[in-house]
């Protein structure tokens, strides 16, 4: 797979240094790298929009979650492609598609984790 792939980098990496207690963990982040990372940079260094290589025309706004879904899956042949925008989650697997509505906290106190929390529960079943 790996072969297939192509890394591109847009930025610098973000820096954090991290000091840690018995009681918890200080975490003081250095994001000024990180500070032009914006969809135009990534278009402009990729040079292509993500529709334009998924050959969906009408844009990803005017699609619905099943259509996108259905096509990143068809493009990608793959096992299983799953799309999580923030109400909702859709995925097709071996060529069947599945749909779940998702809790939603509009303002939570938290969300760092959020994703990694989605795909391990995803990846786990």
């Not at 980098?9 to 840690?20: C, H, K, M, P, R």
């Not at 699609?63 to 859709?90: G, S």
Request: negative net charge; proline residues 3%; hydrophobic residues 40%.
């Amino acid at each position: 797979m790996f072969d297939k792939c192509k890394l591109v980098s847009i930025a610098n990496l973000g820096q954090t240094d991290a000091v840690e207690f018995l009681d918890g963990k200080l975490m003081i982040g250095k994001r000024e790298a990180l500070r032009d990372v914006n969809w135009d940079k990534l278009k402009e260094t990729v040079g292509i929009e993500i529709g334009d290589i998924l050959e969906v025309s009408e844009g990803f706004s005017k699609v619905d979650l099943e259509t996108l879904t259905t096509e990143i899956a068809k493009r990608l042949n793959v096992y299983c492609t799953v799309v999580h925008p923030v109400r909702e989650a859709a995925a097709v697997c071996n060529g069947k598609y599945f749909h779940t509505w998702c809790p939603f906290e509009p303002n939570p106190k938290l969300t760092t984790g959020a994703g990694d929390n989605f795909n391990a529960g995803f990846c786990l079943g």
